[in-house]
């Protein structure tokens, strides 16, 4: 328990130190003019409160992953408490940070845009792929999964398929309407269920007869998976996850004010990092790893979730925390269609100020999704966990040259992004879905291909530097007025 202590309390000691050292780097300005103000068109670009984003952006990024991730982590035990923590802090708020900013420093531009702008314009062909990619699957994972837990909550009353359907539905409307007709009107109640639910569960097993495991580095997966790099693209949400990068703009088109940001972004990844440090520590306090092993390999982790919900609160507030866990998903999913409707729009040029123009992209996103949710869960989340930790990485890596033309301190996102092309690499070289080569083996050429995409990143920042890039789009200073 001491150890879950300490982590809690690096967390937050965290948001108001390096969290505040990281602000500094970027130096953002309350006079400059905001995309939502500037580019106001009543359907992306809507200016909206600060609260308001920051719940709407925790509830964005915030998807099965930091409930799901760490409880599949659980079973390396409790130095996946170290990567949550270390994860958050330098790597995934920073990567969340940077992000949101350097988008509204770029009139709400989403990720493929700013890698064509900083890393190169065949850069922004292969990430726009990666983008669209990441985000069909996370739609469709976020479909499958809410969908289950309350076919489990109903006890059946209602199968898996049309518990689907109506979140289809849901999701279709969220990605056509304007943000603020439904999810800015739904997600304060959303995020009411999922404080409750994921709060409850914390307090409820620091009272209960449960023991949360003290730190050890040793790796106790029941299966011997290796640490490195496993873990790293199991638990992804909850520590660093490039689906965040995909979810960041949506809230850089509404922001009003750029010192708003710490709190919006990097706050709202040290949220998810506790929500991450709850399950986990509930993941290991009740089960061992063969039995939690069982458990996830029997369907989803949906099951575990149900269990520890139901054990710890009893069978109505249990069933109240389940329903904060059928939030999270769903109100990622829904933003994840609405992301890669803009991202498609963008890259195409297309307005989106008319029904008719969001439908033309929306219905292939959906018809896609639909096929792909016919695939087995286990294998989408292995392709989803691979294809969000390369789209960090990509992230990372724009950070790290925004900060370096700028003549910032660039080493807080060059640090990051180097360890996790490494761990991109070498989960690649040697996963069943790559090339399948020995993991020593993997090690080795994952260390020369980071090093030489370092090489190849540094020429390419010089010359960057040396033409001037203009890192930020020149907008009018402003005021801004009160609610």
Known sequence: MFTFFIAIALLIIGY????KFVERQFMPSDK???PAISNNDGVDYVPMGKQKNALIQLLNIAGTGPIFGPIMGALFGPVAFIWIVVG??????VHDY???????RNKGAHIPALAGKFLGQFSRHVVNVFALLLLVLVGTVFITTPASLLSIVTNGALTTGVFAAIIIVYYFLSTILPIDKIIGRVYPFFGAILLFGSLGVGIALLFSDYTIPELTLKNLHPENLPIFPILFFTITCGALSGFHATQSPIISRTVKKESEGRYIFYGMMIA??????????AAMSLFHGENLNELINAGTPSAVVNEISITL???IAGTIAVLGVIVLPITSGDTAFRAARSIVADYLNISQTKAIKRLMIAIPLFAIAYVLMQIDFNILWRYFSWANQATAVIALWIATMYLFVKGKKYIISLIPALFMTYMVLVYILNAQIGFKLDLNISFIVGLVLTIAFAIWFFWKAKQNKANNLQVDEDIEDFSI???
């Not at 998810?272 to 520590?281: F, H, L, N, R, V």
């Open 16 to 19: 108001f130190t390096y969290g």
């Open 32 to 34: 400059r003019n905001t």
């Open 88 to 93: 958050s802090i330098f790597a995934g708020a």
């Open 98 to 104: 940077l992000t949101g900013m350097i988008s509204i």
């Open 272 to 281: 998810e990092g506790i929500i991450a440090m709850i399950w986990a520590a």
């Open 313 to 315: 609160l009893g069978a």
């Open 481 to 483: 007025k009160s609610e």
